[in-house]
């Protein structure tokens, strides 16, 4: 029972016949808005360990002090879960936060928040895995939970998915690195009947690690050999055209999720590599993208069909290929926790439909408490 209703209860209505009373009126009671209380995961194993954590000072100086009361809680390279102090001197600046930061942490303890946000990209973050943690807890958390994490972080996987909703993708080839030891011979043909060139990527990673464009067969026992010291399994793909324009879309909601507008990411370099988008000034965003509308219409449409195949939740940016000169779209991949600074591109895209950065986070940890 809430206490203003408990206050309520007391109320004594018994008044003396014949004497006349003014109405009781209660004084207002002055009770604090309860604040959600919020963990924020940041850090975490991945190579975009430190993208995290600029995304999470940027959260965490957005959710508004009167609703909510942060904690982060940096998770170092090593995988170790940091308490307060260390997480404090690892986020620096952003104990200047909006919110109050509440005090003391232990490692590994959930318990007593009502939304935790893993802002977290890539293997053992991203995929599944920390969703998996979090729900044992039972604990209501931002964005995806196993399926959806795992599913869109896996290259193959998703593309499998995504061809059984009829999702226009490239063409593609799955190694795995017993195959690539024992009979390099059949890999090298699987390779070839792709054309050239192709691009060879780790299944499971993120930030253009390990990834390489082979132009030609010269090229691809070095991009093989890198990409399988990265993981078990490696995708081929087609290269979608000689340079593809990018686009990305922004997904929001649960089960009726709402798609943003279109923006489309334009460099220089022959593709979107590591250092191109870690690399200020390399790279520009352009929202909306100068599409024709029926593209813009057709990218938002088949967004919102691959979020749903892939059981995604809260938010995910997926991006997209389109080849000017014919016209093609194809699914590039589903990004389950993008980037969130107040700069990237997933806040920008809807800053652009009207919703600011604060309305934004505030938006998704209301979606981590909607029943799923
Ligand atoms: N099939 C492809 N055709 C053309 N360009 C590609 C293709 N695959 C990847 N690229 C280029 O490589 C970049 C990184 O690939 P992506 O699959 O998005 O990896 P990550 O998950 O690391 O972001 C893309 O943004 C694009 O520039
Ligand atoms: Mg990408």
Known sequence: MSARRRAAGRLQTGILPGVSVPPFSPQPEITAPQKTRVLLLCGGQ?????????????????????????????????????GRAD?????????????????ELRPYEVAGFDVIWPLLHGPNGEDGTVQGFLTLTGAAYVGS???GSAASMDKVMTKQVLASVGVPQVEYRLVTRQAWRSAPE???????????????????????????????????EAALDLAFSLDRRVILEAAASHKPRELE???????????????????????????????EGQASMHIPAPVPAEVAIRVREL???AFKALDCAGLARIDFFYVEETGELYLNEVNTMPGFTTTSMYPKLWEAAGLSYAELVTRLVELAQEER
């Open 46 to 82: 991945s190579g975009e360990h430190a993208v995290s954590l600029m995304s999470a000072q940027s959260v965490l100086a957005a959710l508004p002090a009167s609703h909510f009361e942060v904690t982060p809680l940096v998770i170092d390279a090593a995988g170790r879960w940091l």
């Open 87 to 103: 997480t404090a001197r690892v986020l620096g600046g952003a104990q200047d936060s909006a919110a109050p930061v509440s005090s």
């Open 145 to 147: 939970g196993v399926l």
């Open 186 to 220: 059949s890999v090298r043909i699987a390779a070839g009947s792709l054309g050239y060139p192709q691009f060879v990527k780790p299944a499971n990673l993120g930030s253009s690690v390990g990834i390489s464009r082979a132009a030609g067969p010269e090229d691809l």
């Open 249 to 279: 879309v922004g997904i929001l909601g649960n089960d009726a999720p709402q798609a943003s507008p279109v923006g489309e990411l334009r460099f220089e370099a022959l593709f979107y590599d590591y250092t191109t988008k870690y690399t």
């Open 303 to 305: 967004a919102l069909t």
